[in-house]
């Protein structure tokens, strides 16, 4: 996943539901360089659409610049995701293309003969009367719900006396760019200490987001892979599961930033230090009391 290619193609407005959904997948398999080769099947499959209409929007991505492809002989093709080269101009003519096509058919309106047809043969039945369907009214194409609104330019001035709104979106953006790069962080420190990918699902998520919002957006993604060199027995035996450093992530972030790691025999052999120690305390204070004693 390319954090780069995704939070590029996130603002872009003018695409319908179906052509964002299929950019985002896109985006979401991509390196980088926004190169990628998932399966027709596969993109269906994560956009929860059939596969017709994965091709239909990546034709219309690929007519406004956001798309290429690289067809390969029994094999997928290879898909590059460019957003630098949406071109705004030929996603709106196509649109409204579109809509004149669908809304100004012929026979539509108050056009002669609308919604009918001309008359039959002299011998053919009811000849000479109006053909079948005429005079039904025609009603007009609804428009096309489905694209994107382009938002105006500049926010609407506050009442007087009112602070301006914080920027939710763009705060909600900064969140996701960081949750997509601590679980990036992450996953290749597993895959380069365990040789698998970690599993990846709403619960994973959750605790991805909970961990940037405790730790911040700078320092989550360093101590998500520093996690992975932990050697604790319990962390160990847990495969690292996140749930084990969400639990305790702020101490694991002091052990980062202190580049110690706190193991139960280190514990242990703190604590037994600060035993002797106390011991001997106990022990200088006694001898200072009997001094004392012996003194008077």
């Known amino acids: 996943m390319s954090t780069i290619i995704m939070s ?26 926004g190169v990628c080769w998932p399966a027709i099947g596969t993109i269906a499959k994560r956009c929860c659409m059939s596969e017709r209409a994965v091709r239909t929007a990546m034709d ?44 100004a058919a012929p026979g539509a309106g108050g056009a002669a003969d609308a919604g009918g047809a001309p008359d039959a043969p002299g011998d053919a039945p009811g000849a ?14 609804p428009p096309n719900r489905h694209i994107t609104l382009i938002e105006p330019s500049e926010e609407p001035s506050s009442p007087a006396g009112l602070p301006a709104a914080p920027p939710v979106v763009d705060a909600e953006t900064e969140l996701q760019a960081a949750c997509r790069a601590t679980w990036t962080a992450y996953a290749i420190a597993y895959r380069t200490r365990h040789g698998a990918t970690p599993v990846r699902n709403a619960k994973v998520n959750a ?28 962390v160990v035996q847990g495969m690292h599961d996140l749930g084990l450093l969400l639990a305790r992530c702020e101490a694991y972030r002091t052990q980062w930033a202190t580049n110690r790691q706190v193991t139960e025999t280190s514990a242990r052999h703190a604590d037994q230090t600060q035993s002797n120690v106390t011991a001997a305390d106990e022990a200088k204070a006694l001898l200072r009391n009997r001094r004392t004693a012996n003194a008077g």
Do not use: M
């Open 207 to 234: 605790n991805v987001k909970q961990i940037v919002q405790r730790l911040g957006y700078a320092e989550a993604p360093l101590v998500a892979a520093w996690f992975l060199r932990v050697n604790e027995r319990l």
């Open 128 to 141: 000479g009367g109006e053909a079948g369907g005429a005079g039904l009214e025609v009603r007009p194409v």
């Open 8 to 33: 590029q193609c996130w603002p872009l407005q003018s695409l319908s539901v179906t052509q964002k959904a299929v950019l985002i997948s896109l985006a979401d398999q991509a390196n980088d360089d």
């Open 60 to 103: 219309h991505l690929e007519a406004v610049g956001l798309l290429s492809r690289e067809r390969r002989f029994n094999s997928s093709s290879v898909y590059s995701v460019t957003p630098s080269k949406f071109d705004v101009s030929a996603a709106g003519t196509k649109a409204k293309r579109k809509a004149k096509k669908s809304g």
